[in-house]
């Protein structure tokens, strides 16, 4: 068992870890260095003051300056964590993320790889506005030559970090802000979390419920609770959204008969839809009902905590999907 840590502090371990063990590890975004706080949230604190100035460099507000740096230093041997403050700012570095970051193992025949890590952070919850909490992974996802990590708790986000900066390919990590802060168990440090493989948090016979994020540890307890009423709830981490693992996400459906996704990100048009597809196209003999989706309103993201919080997806109407799908099972 190992000391409880935040994501925040298991995400400043894996960049520790990474930059002691490999000299081509460089930090780079607004604010990362210790002599201006060590990013806004104080994630990369202490690094610049172990490892350089040189390795961990504060830049100016400026998103895509920032990733064409990380570019064109991943592609002369580098490994550079990239931090857009926060996700709706990597809009402002679009071009250099999708149409650069992306595409260039492509279009040099494979000659050329881009080892870089965009670490951004969003979520609702904070009444940060519309401007400053929205979920895109499924812009990224929909981008050939991205991965797209979410991890849900300190342990994954200390070995999905280290996964990350030793891929040879870029990778969009996103943090979720409100859940940033929260203690629970450590990592084993040096052990990596595989991109690309989900984890099946709790096994059940039932339901499957399909996540990623903070949304996790909600989803377990309610697993936790209906299993009192006889209800058994698989619910399966995907804790990466591209690539995803359909394996798992099949073997379950295909065991419980349901499923139901679930994400913070808007629901239309959202990775439910691709996740909902894909269970249709290849186990839809084996449904006993449609896969429902849930995901937050197709709106900006309210200022007004209330209205924010409206704005997410509810608990209680996942708990009524759930028993009356036991229930129709029964």
């Known amino acids: 068992m190992t000391d409880k840590v935040t994501m925040a502090q298991a995400i400043n371990m894996a960049l520790h870890d990474a930059m002691e063990k490999d ?7 607004e604010d990362v260095g210790d002599a201006e706080g060590g990013g806004v949230v104080g994630i990369s604190g202490g690094l610049s003051q172990k490892f350089g100035t040189d390795r961990v460099k504060s830049t100016p ?8 740096a990380a570019i064109g230093a ?3 041997g580098f490994k550079p964590v990239a931090e857009i403050m926060l996700m709706n700012f990597t809009t402002v570095a679009s071009d250099m993320i999708v149409n650069h970051a992306a595409k260039l193992r492509f279009m040099s025949g494979g000659q050329t790889s881009v080892p870089i890590v965009v670490r951004t952070m969003t979520g609702a919850g904070m009444a940060n506005g519309g401007q400053h909490s929205d979920y895109l992974e499924a812009w990224f996802a929909h981008t050939a030559g991205l991965k797209v990590v979410l991890p849900s708790n300190p342990a994954d986000a200390y070995g999905l ?20 802060f929260t203690p629970a168990e450590g990592p084993e440090r040096g052990v990596k979390v595989p991109i690309g493989k989900a984890n099946v948090v709790r096994e059940g016979r039932d339901v499957s419920v399909i996540a990623y994020g903070r949304l996790i540890g909600s989803l377990a307890a309610l697993s936790d609770k209906l299993k009192e009423d006889g209800i058994e709830v698989e619910v399966i981490d995907l804790r990466t959204v591209a ?3 359909l394996d798992t996400i099949y073997a379950s459906v295909a065991k419980t008969g349901a499923a139901i996704v679930v994400h913070e990100a808007v629901k239309k048009f959202g990775p439910g839809a691709e996740i909902s597809s894909a269970i249709h196209e290849k186990l839809f003999d084996k449904l006993r009902a449609p896969v429902k989706r849930f995901g937050a309103a197709y709106a900006a993201v309210p200022f007004s905590q209330p209205l924010e919080s409206a704005s997410l997806p509810q608990l209680d109407d996942i708990e009524a999907s759930i028993r009356a799908l036991a229930k129709e099972k029964a």
């Open 23 to 29: 000299k081509t590890v460089l930090v780079l975004g």
């Open 243 to 245: 690539p995803l693992d």
């Open 61 to 68: 507000i400026t998103e895509q300056a920032i990733m064409g």
């Open 161 to 180: 970090m280290l996964s990350a900066i030793d891929d040879p390919d870029p990778v969009i990590f996103i943090e979720c802000l409100p859940a940033l």
């Open 74 to 76: 991943a592609m002369i």
